[in-house]
């Protein structure tokens, strides 16, 4: 029998060894969350590189393993609370990444309304330990849990059944290693334009990878986004 998602993220809690880390660096965690009207339509899953300092519970890591369990109980009992806190504390509408993922999610008629839009996705990242205090985390922190958190991945595909997976991460470092781990890769083709890196269709299901929306033209990126998709949609229909 596979593992579940709390196990994998137990066990990877396990491994995280102190003396790879900076021992003050406290930790903040993640597993995916599924919007309570996703399931009637499975039509986006959206993947991100790692959460952003979103928690109020951090541990060091020489912490990690002893309180395994405790911590994975705390992300399981946190996450909801967390995501209704996102949704309407005004973060959703400064922050480019969910600004164009809203946008994006109107654009395929997923959403009718900005605003109702976070309850018709599934919500994931590549990596699911990152840096308490906010941003992406480093290479140590990376190769200490990179596979688990491919293993973490493909169960939360598994389980999420999306229709459209949307990985909003940059191709290279990111997205790659996960793309490679999964038989993604094989899938996709070159995109078009300065934001889609890689589209195609794997498993049943419509893949974008775009670099990560920081920075970016908000209004073209979307589009592009949008148009990608499309296609895919076009060419499906053509076989």
């Known amino acids: 029998m596979s593992k579940s998602k709390e196990g994998i993220l137990s066990d990877l809690l396990k491994d995280i060894r102190p003396d790879k880390l900076c021992d003050k660096m406290y930790l903040t965690g993640f597993l995916g969350i599924e ?5 009637k339509d499975r039509e986006l899953m959206v993947i991100g590189r790692a959460v952003n300092g979103w928690t109020e519970y951090g541990w060091l890591p020489k912490d990690s393993a002893a309180k395994a369990e405790e911590i994975v109980n705390q992300i399981i009992k946190e996450s909801p609370i ?3 806190k996102l949704c309407h504390n005004g973060y959703m509408k400064k922050a480019p990444f969910w600004n164009v993922i809203k946008k994006i999610a109107k654009g395929l008629k997923i959403a009718d309304d900005e605003n109702n839009c976070p309850s018709k996705l599934f919500w994931s990242n590549l990596y699911k330990i990152s840096p308490y205090c906010g941003g992406n985390p480093d290479d140590s922190l990376i190769n200490l849990q990179c596979n688990a958190c491919k293993d973490l991945l493909k169960k939360e595909i598994d389980d999420a059944k999306p229709n459209r997976i949307l990985m909003l991460t940059g191709l290279d ?27 195609g269709r794997w498993n049943n299901c419509k893949v974008v990878v775009a670099k990560h929306p920081q920075g970016k033209v908000q209004q073209e990126y979307v589009k592009e986004v949008v148009a990608a998709f499309e296609k895919l949609n076009r060419s499906e229909s053509h076989k």
């Open 173 to 199: 470092y990111w997205a790659q290693p996960f793309l490679d781990d999964l038989q993604i890769s094989e899938h996709l083709q070159k995109g078009d334009g300065k934001y889609v890196e890689r589209k």
């Open 35 to 39: 919007g309570e009207d996703y399931a």
């Open 82 to 84: 967390l995501w209704t």
